[in-house]
């Protein structure tokens, strides 16, 4: 089996290299044939020199004219070649004294080099190069340049690539995929694409082998969507094999909270929270994907599932993707929940090791009802007394496993031996496109809050060019004087939290040298969770008029008085993040707007994003834009988490397939387990135990 044949049997791989290759995420023979090239070279054919472009990469065969080392700003040796159609220039910077003497004036040589402008003629930049005695050598197929890394370099993985193909030749890898959804869709069988996507032949179609819409590639995504999907169909199967809390209570502290609300769910909500209460009846664990876009008010609707949950006997678990977002809930479920009686405990991975300690103890013995955290609440050592409900907010931020992780904190019922899951209820500000949610979340049901509570206007959303900065700062002012409270976001392109920090510290000292009345506080990514907290909460209770954040204030933090942003570098951000941010704003009853502070000249991409913004308030419609522009990958947050780890598909490019995509592997789940099993070991192989034990 090449699924499980480890790539230490190959040739020239010893312990040293078989682990970096295994930070390739190499590890089987298979896995070298899935590893794919992510361009091509056309080492196939000879051009003559007379016909080259600039930015062409192109074998040459040509004669030494004249050879000579200048010395001009660097040195540099300047091979002078031609093929009687035309002639070059090849330039050194580096080269050895036996360089200089081997080009000797008609001397013969095959070279490979991007062509480019030079002072006086064409040129390429340290060619490969070799001396030619007799004929040229080239390439039978296109050269393929592979995602490699340090001390893995091309020569090793296009080696291990001609031996894992030889092995597909004498011991065909299994073709799951049944002939007539092959031929229906034009693919190629598994080995053929597996060759291709390889080694094109001369002649092929680079451009779509590289944008992933050759035949070939498309086959292979095909089939790992399938078992992508397949993976989660089984997943939801086997986790409803499975018993859950039966949560069926009177309702009697749910009913206390509404009551200790100011304000009447809407329609939608309640809606939702009916779903998520007769779900949670049943016995069977609940799988719900709850949307809502930003400030739709998902927040009650999981505190009043919670409420049922701690009312019929169980614990709570609710966890958020970044600290700040997870203090907040705290504060919000502590405010709601201590009133009534109900104990709700903390549990993040910057607690001390003695805090840790107590709190996982008071989880474990049941001490605390409603536990409120971060990533910290996945650990092994977290052990639940009697967890009822999971609640996963932002849940894009949480990879598929991550949730298996939770999933898996069920118990063993001690009388029948099958195990107890807790309810699931997840909630994402990010609108799902219906295609993306078919297969990214093939495993749930799916609630939507589609209505804002009312009073809400909509954000109105303005574009200004930073030069004018000046004004942005006088309508800060303005919105200051009249009781509201304004965000400014700094973002900058660069990951590192220390400089988008120091920005941050930059845009403070100018807010304070122009506003020098008003009271202006700085939240980033490098305060300790318990500085931010003070700031944010200062913020909160009207403390401060200004917020400069960095965009660690992204999702979910709540201050409805607050009712004008101003994003700087707004052309650098995505659609999602943007709607993210803005969504910061109109939450209260106050008419709220926007500034989308930019750095002229706009890409043309970056004016698409702009005006998005500035015409939709609609999260669907603004996921739907990002989806088209900037892929699945991103809008699902799969970057950071690696949620729907694929090898080769990208749920974006390759949404027109999703269709078809349910429909064959719905197929084959009721007609051919055998497929479905080989599938799933093919392409999550490992991760199976997370998939329900398949
Ligand atoms: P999100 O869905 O983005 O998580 P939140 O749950 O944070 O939104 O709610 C946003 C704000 O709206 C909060 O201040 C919350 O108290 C308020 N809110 C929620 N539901 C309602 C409602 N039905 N009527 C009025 N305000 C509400
Ligand atoms: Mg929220």
């Not at 739709?296 to 019929?312: D, M, Q, R």
């Not at 996921?623 to 988490?641: H, S, Y």
Request: proline letters at 4%.
């Amino acid at each position: 089996m090449l699924e499980s044949t480890p790539v230490t049997t190959f040739k020239g791989v010893g312990a040293a290299v078989a682990e970096k290759l295994a930070g390739l995420g190499i590890k089987s023979v298979q896995d070298v044939l899935f590893h794919l090239p992510f361009r091509y070279q056309d080492r196939t054919q000879l051009s003559p020199v007379g016909g080259l472009r600039p930015g062409v990469e192109a074998v040459i065969s040509v004669e030494v004219v004249l050879a000579d080392v200048v010395i001009r700003r660097r040195r540099s040796l300047m091979v002078r070649v031609a093929d009687g159609t035309g002639s070059l220039m090849l330039r050194f910077f580096h080269f050895s004294q036996k360089q200089v003497e081997q080009f000797k004036p008609g001397t013969k040589l095959q070279c490979f080099g991007e062509v480019r402008r030079g002072p006086g003629m064409l040129e390429i930049v340290h060619p490969e190069y070799r001396l030619q005695t007799q004929g040229v050598a080239l390439q039978e197929t296109l050269t393929p340049f592979y995602p490699a890394t340090e001390g893995v370099q091309q020569p090793t993985l296009r080696k291990l690539s001609d031996q894992a193909l030889d092995l597909l030749d004498q011991n065909e890898l299994l073709d799951y995929l049944p002939a007539k959804f092959l031929q229906q869709g034009n693919m190629p069988d598994l080995a053929a694409a597996l060759r291709i996507a390889h080694r094109p032949p001369p002649g092929a179609d680079v451009e779509a082998l590289m944008s992933g819409m050759h035949p070939a590639l498309r086959r292979l995504a095909f089939e790992e969507l399938i078992a992508h999907r397949l993976g989660l169909r089984l997943l939801r199967v086997e986790a409803q094999k499975n018993t859950a809390p039966m949560v069926n209570p009177k309702g009697t502290l749910a009913q206390q909270l509404l009551a200790s609300l100011s304000f009447n769910l809407t329609g939608a909500q309640q809606r939702v929270f009916q779903d998520v209460a007769e779900d949670m009846k049943t016995g069977a664990p609940m799988l719900r994907l709850v949307q809502g876009d930003v400030g739709a008010g998902k927040t009650i609707v999981a505190a009043l599932a919670a409420a049922n949950a701690v009312e019929a006997g169980y614990q709570v678990a609710l966890m958020a993707p970044t600290e700040i977002l997870a203090e907040q809930h705290l504060l919000n479920f502590s405010e709601w929940f201590e009133p009534m009686g109900v104990s709700v405990g903390w549990l993040s991975g910057k607690l001390r090791v003695a805090q840790r300690r107590n709190a996982i103890e008071a989880v474990a013995m049941g001490h605390q009802r409603i536990v409120v955290g971060t990533h910290a609440l996945f650990q092994q050592d977290v052990e639940f007394l009697e967890l009822g409900l999971a609640i996963i907010d932002e849940q894009h931020r949480f990879g598929v496993h991550q949730r298996m992780a939770l999933r898996n904190k069920g118990a063993v019922d001690e009388k029948s031996g099958a195990l107890s899951l807790p309810h699931q209820l997840i909630m994402t500000a990010t609108p799902i496109p219906r295609t993306l949610a078919m297969t990214a979340y093939a495993d749930l049901d799916c609630s939507i809050i589609d209505e804002l509570p009312p009073g809400r206007k909509p954000v109105q959303t303005v574009a200004v060019e930073s030069g004018r900065r000046g004004e942005v700062v006088q309508r800060v002012g303005q919105a200051v004087d009249a009781g509201r409270q304004v965000y400014w976001v700094c973002t900058l392109i660069e990951e590192s939290e220390s400089l988008q920090a120091e920005a941050a510290e930059d845009t403070v000292a100018m807010l304070n040298d122009m506003l020098p009345d008003k009271r202006i506080g700085l939240v980033h990514g490098r305060l300790k969770s318990a500085e931010k907290d003070a700031i944010m909460q200062s913020f909160k209770s009207c403390e401060l008029d200004l917020l400069v954040a960095t965009t660690v204030i992204e999702v979910g933090v709540d201050v409805p008085n607050a009712s004008l942003m101003v994003i700087e570098n707004a052309e650098r951000l995505g659609l999602s993040q943007l709607h993210q941010l803005r969504g910061r704003v109109g939450r209260g009853s106050a008419q709220s707007s926007c500034i989308l502070l930019y750095q002229a000249p706009l890409s043309q991409n970056a004016k698409e994003r702009i005006s998005i913004m500035r015409k939709t308030n609609d999260g669907f419609v603004i996921a739907q834009k990002d989806l088209e522009i900037r892929g699945a990958g991103e809008v699902l947050g799969t970057r950071q988490t690696g949620l729907a780890e694929f090898r080769i598909a990208e749920l974006g490019r390759d949404a027109d397939m999703l269709d078809d995509v349910s429909d064959v592997a719905d197929a084959l789940l009721s007609n051919s387990p055998k497929r479905v099993q080989g599938l799933i070991r093919r392409w999550i192989g490992e991760e199976k135990k997370d998939y329900g034990g398949v």
